[in-house]
């Protein structure tokens, strides 16, 4: 079973930006979509975005649209999340979440990491 590690958190000011990595474990990796989600205090957890097993597809929340970036290296076993312009409703944890099926990802993965903090100052 794939086990995921996310790093790359921090404090950043309003407009600067940050690189997440979410590290995998296992042979597996490339067959896992990936996906990251966040949890601001008070509040649920989000998706945020999410990208298929080979890179081709992409989905992002609107709130991140034009501002976020995920990628992935199979190679590596590693997924990013690329974090543009933030502001400070961008704080919450990151987590790292990973599933078999591109749609189910969005709702209910099977995998999720330990989360990393993200604030932004304003």
């Known amino acids: 079973q794939v086990q995921l590690v996310e790093s790359g958190g921090g404090l950043v000011q309003a407009g600067g930006s940050l690189r997440l990595s979410c590290a995998a474990s296992g042979r597996t990796f490339d067959n896992y979509v990936m996906g990251w989600f966040r949890q601001a205090p008070g509040k649920e957890r989000e998706f945020v975005a999410k990208?298929?097993?080979?890179?081709?597809?992409?989905n992002y929340a609107e709130s991140v649209k034009g501002r976020f970036i995920i990628s992935r290296d199979n190679a590596k076993n590693t997924a990013y999340l690329q974090m543009n312009n933030l502001a400070p409703e961008d704080t919450a944890v990151y987590y790292c979440?990973?599933?078999?099926?591109?749609?189910?990802?969005?709702?209910?993965?099977?995998?999720w990491g330990q989360g990393t903090q993200v604030t932004v100052s304003s």
């Open positions: 990208i298929s097993t080979r890179g081709l597809s992409t």
């Open positions: 979440a990973a599933d078999f099926r591109f749609s189910a990802l969005t709702t209910t993965p099977s995998l």
